[in-house]
């Protein structure tokens, strides 16, 4: 993708959320002729953010239209400060195609298919190195025997250090030639000379990454990966991800599963709807006569949506599913690190309410705020934005998560050990979940000791810290 505005770091892309909204000016504006102009885009890009954002109160009385649009869209921010404006915006974002945006947020980008974590190599040393969390099935570093655990110090034979690794990493080169270390037997990283070789293609991630049932000590353990909350590969009206959830669970229920762990670990969040869906499926003593979520506007977009339609518009329900598994369920541990984001913390904040979840592994990442795309619907302008529109509550009316939710048990990913497969019972997040449901008082052995984490694959994705909302807006707001 290109000309993301980036704004929080070298290394983190904010992509925002769900609903997708097509701007248009009233039917008494003109439509401009000839070439598009940094100016037109700007004042569509005011005219949107007058109506949307949720603090609209807060732009800037006299914002400067000469600007690029991307520097443009950021001077209109309520940027966030952890001393001066810690409730602040964090996650807006403004991307030069909106085509391009619409397909990211639906899992589709070009991709070796490999998900990373990026490390100092130790906390003396310049040196780089990359760490697979997981593969996409099907992909190119699939195919490439690349897998959970493999370590990357080099790429196209240059080592990583400090001062090239974006360049290395976040290349726009197709192929790239990883070299592998390894994690001895007293946990250190030795280099090898083994390579693996990949090529990108524009690939469609598949979020319902993996479903296991275990019976260990006679419970029935329920255990699913799930990495983007995305409806279906075409959009939020294709319904194929969450078919493939509602199949998860209906081989639950048909198995007796009564204990269920839940792997949010690096899901970085997606639309509400597939959320809603995924709730519906857990929730114990839930229907459609109960809040899942709530949502809040600006105080001028409040007043015309509660006009339009009523105050009970921004309550989201659960809904009715013949798959839930909540009137079983003994437990519910989530398994979470600072990628599991947005939507995946709507789903904790809203089952809280109904029964107790048990998180393990680090601290989410924090982002109780959604937002739209808009894009403009004569498709004049090309740009795609995602500004915050909205802040979102459970039926308690609580949303005390905007620094992340802290873990139960705290289980850290070391870059220093070897990590086993997903759904390796002898995996450190799952064994430690296990030992809890079972009583087993035991959980497998993992490396302590500091990390240093420089960033991650996730943090880039389309949908990171995003909730993506598809509601009807007021036509007078288009």
């Known amino acids: 993708m290109r000309n993301f505005f980036v704004w929080r770091s070298a290394l983190l892309f904010?992509?925002?959320?769900?609903?997708?909204?097509?701007?248009?000016?009233?039917?008494?504006?003109?439509?401009?002729?000839?070439?598009?102009?940094?100016?037109?885009v700007n004042g569509w890009i005011l005219d949107n953010m007058k109506t949307y954002y949720y603090w609209n109160d807060k732009l800037p009385v006299n914002?400067?239209?000469?600007?690029t649009p991307d520097v443009f869209f950021k001077s209109l921010l309520n940027t966030y400060d952890v001393a001066t404006n810690p409730t602040g915006d964090r996650f807006s974002w403004i991307q030069e195609s909106a085509d391009e945006l619409k397909a990211s947020l639906n899992g589709e980008t070009k991709t070796d298919g490999i998900e990373y974590k990026l490390y100092l190599r130790t906390a003396s040393s310049n040196d780089v190195i990359g760490k697979i969390l997981?593969?996409?099935?099907?992909?190119p570093a699939a195919k490439a025997g690349?897998?959970?655990?493999?370590?990357f110090y080099q790429i196209n034979g240059q080592t990583l250090n400090t001062g090239n690794y974006i360049d290395l990493v976040y290349s726009t080169s197709d192929t790239k030639t990883y070299t592998l270390a390894s994690v001895d037997a007293t946990n250190a990283i030795v280099n090898t000379t083994t390579t693996r070789q990949t090529t990108a293609v524009v690939f469609q991630a598949n979020p319902v990454f993996l479903d296991s049932v275990y019976t260990i000590k006679g419970k029935t353990i329920g255990y699913f990966v799930y990495n983007q909350f995305a409806t279906g590969p075409?959009?939020?009206?294709?319904?194929?991800?969450?078919?493939?959830?509602?199949?998860?669970?209906?081989?639950?229920k048909t198995k007796g599963v009564t204990d269920l762990v839940l792997d949010l670990r690096y899901n970085p969040g997606g639309y509400v709807t597939?959320?809603?869906?995924?709730?519906?499926?857990?929730?114990k003593g839930v229907d459609p006569s109960?809040?899942?979520?709530k949502k809040e506007y600006s105080k001028t977009l409040t007043a015309s949506l509660t006009a339009s339609y009523g105050a009970d518009w921004f309550n989201g329900y659960f809904l009715q599913k013949s798959s839930n598994i909540g009137a079983n369920l003994r437990t519910l541990t989530i398994l979470t690190t600072g990628g599991t984001a947005s939507a995946s913390e709507l789903v904790i904040n809203g089952l809280r309410p109904f029964m107790d979840v048990t998180t393990i592994g680090s601290t989410t990442y924090g982002k109780n705020v959604g937002s739209i795309t808009i894009s403009?619907?004569?498709?004049?302008?090309?740009?795609g934005m995602q500004p915050i529109v909205t802040k979102t509550f459970n039926s308690l009316n609580q949303s005390d998560y905007s620094t992340g939710f802290k873990p139960s048990v705290e289980v850290k990913e070391y870059s220093n050990e070897v990590w086993k497969q997903l759904g390796d019972v002898n995996e450190s997040m799952l064994s430690t979940a296990i030992a809890r449901i079972t009583g087993a008082g035991r959980v497998a052995a993992h490396a302590d000791g500091p990390t240093f984490e420089l960033g991650s694959s996730i943090d880039r994705r389309a949908g990171r810290s995003n909730m993506f909302f598809r509601d009807k807006l007021p036509a007078e707001q288009h």
């Open 376 to 383: 403009d619907e004569k498709g004049r302008i090309k740009w």
């Open 290 to 293: 109960k809040i899942f979520y």
């Open 14 to 40: 904010m992509a925002s959320s769900l609903l997708v909204v097509t701007s248009c000016k009233k039917s008494t504006d003109v439509t401009p002729t000839g070439p598009v102009t940094d100016k037109e």
């Open 63 to 67: 914002p400067d239209v000469s600007l």
């Open 134 to 139: 997981y593969v996409q099935k099907g992909s």
């Open 274 to 283: 597939a959320a809603q869906n995924l709730g519906s499926l857990i929730g």
């Open 146 to 151: 690349l897998k959970r655990g493999d370590i």
């Open 234 to 252: 075409t959009g939020a009206d294709d319904h194929t991800y969450d078919n493939q959830v509602d199949a998860v669970f209906a081989r639950f």
